[in-house]
DNA sequence: TATGAATGAGCCTTCATTCAT
DNA sequence: GATGAATGAAGGCTCATTCAT
């Protein structure tokens, strides 16, 4: 990791200092790294380090390392709601709304690809860090509920059959988990394997229809 | 902390415990932990009290833990090329062989669940742990090149159109890698994501053909 | 975080918040929650809340923490010399100087209980704290200084013999450290405690004169 | 703190060491310890330090601090306990039975003032930290029970009038309290005292019977 | 007068690892 | 082949204190 610019700064409050801007920047960087190197891996220093304080800083802003954590999923869980929600917003067809789900995906993560990384790590982290289960899934329930609510209308609209509404349920979830696995690091992958699921659901993977 | 195993024998065969079973319960032991624990949370001191023996122990078998960890890595991936391997063999079809791959999969996942959730787990601690990683990618590769191959042979059978080849690749990649991350914890979930999958595969996700 | 008090005064005297006010605030609290937790547990962010300011704020009344103790130290010695002082004026006899004091000190413990608390704290606090130890011991002088001369005197007065004098202060030091320290929890047992004082002096602790 | 004896040892397990001796030397170590500066000031390194090894070897013998200081206090009862009860054994007076606890004291605090000091500083400790409250008073239990006991025998033999009952046992114990507390840095200091509690029992503190 | 942002030092604890036995 | 004693490095967190505002 490498190490931001080296101000030895003294002690007491620093002139001139936007405790809001220090708070984003915290998140910011947290997220990063969390995205990166996960909630086990990541210390405290690394991420005082890139945002220009010490440790014991972060304290002033989160009660603990969890709760940074947790906070980071809520902003980056907040920001993804708004654009999922603008994404269909306007759109009525099932085929036209998934595939703007999938675009803003695909443009959130050109221009922060962190959001995306995050994302995926968190349902590791999850699964490695019972302290923080509860808050962490309570966290997750929107965009979950989202895609419940996607489905759940293409199956009233007649777009999904009622019988396939598990089916096409476990589909989605499995698409968007595997793609914030799988893809995030490399944005013509992730365009590729964003075609490919817009593809399967129109049934023209293997082919174009003739 | 003496352990358990103090029954004097007497008749028949010598001590059993010799050490290649011990190594052989330290692997299925260690996968399963860092199946669901990963690298970083899962301690020397976990895997050596499940397996009954001392921290210490482990090194007799392993240089360290993180060969212990490639080492079940190895252990797995072997187990999994045969089942794929097996499963295709004598299937022509790249549909038939797709659904073959994936019913092996579940059969896997019904026998023990830990070989899926430790691949998957794999391929987060890999991106985690930089020192692991040319070990972790190496021992990778014949599943990827498994995959590979199974997509190059249908596009030369004319299965899958040439023009979709890398799109169908991605679709198996992000469809496999969701299928770990997302459903292993619940059969059920498991199952219906394969059905999804195939349905996909073959153009019926949202309704059954007419 | 802001805090308390803000009711808008139009009329009369104003702000009565002065810093004399915060400082003797400040004061009580520290002697009652040093008195508890005693120096080491007790932490300037403890005294600061409970006072309704910023621990940075208790940097304006006292140079530091050590300080605040023993500006906490001299305010209860004041008083209490002044009280053993008034409780002992006007009697000659030694015995009813010594009930006189005690008596003394438990009105003291039934008006406000920290201050027994905390001079009992101070002991052992004096003790731990090396940097603290000259300044406590000084402070404690006092008190000190009152027992022994009560001593002086009733030797003086003929009320204690010459020879038994080291015997009669030892028991009058051992006495008052004894009841700050196992009894100024419970007013009934400091009471119990000291009515056994007044009886061990008198000769008749085992059973009342026949 | 003044540091032993300074042998950088290397890793691995020392040659011919007495893990039994080990533990014993970092109980005497750590009762010292705690007794003069308490529970909160004396840190895990200062103890192994004094011991002669590392702070993370005292995690070998003791799950925490806190396990640590009750570990101490266990073994301090049983030790007081045991010279308590040969003390008053085969004594049936109950003058001349405390002046014989008296004595085992005097004779303990010779040998090793660490005991008395200690157990001075568990009544200070056990009030300022709660966690460890439950575990130290039940520890401390036996020596409670003795002197309640004593009590009680005396006034079924009449040595003690039933009415004086709880004041005796309130001076026996603020006594008791008293002499850790006040005297325990001075063996003539420790003296006199005592020879003031018997003193006071007999009735003759202020002069000699005449 | 008081706050809020920040620091540096230090503490308890955990962990992978080593090595004499 | 296995244990138990021990280490060194590091991590999360707390706290007294400072200083610009």
Known sequence: MPRAAKKPRKLGRPPATDSAETRRRILAIARETFAVHGYEVTTNRD???????TPAALYHYFPSKA?????VLEDAQSLVSTRFNDAVSGR???LER???????????NGEDPSYARFLGAVRID????PEMRVALDEAQLPTQKFVVELV??????GDV?????SM???????TLAGLTDVASDDLRHHRTAIAAAKSALRGSLLADPR
């Open 47 to 53: 991420i005082a380090n890139q945002a220009g304080v």
């Open 67 to 71: 709760d940074l954590y947790v906070a």
């Open 92 to 94: 009525a067809n099932f």
């Open 98 to 108: 998934f595939d703007a789900v999938l675009d803003a995906a695909h443009v959130l």
């Open 126 to 129: 999850a699964r490695r860090h």
């Open 152 to 157: 759940e209308e293409a199956v009233a609209a």
């Open 161 to 165: 059959a009622r019988s396939h509404r």
């Open 168 to 174: 096409v349920l476990s589909f989605l979830l499995t």
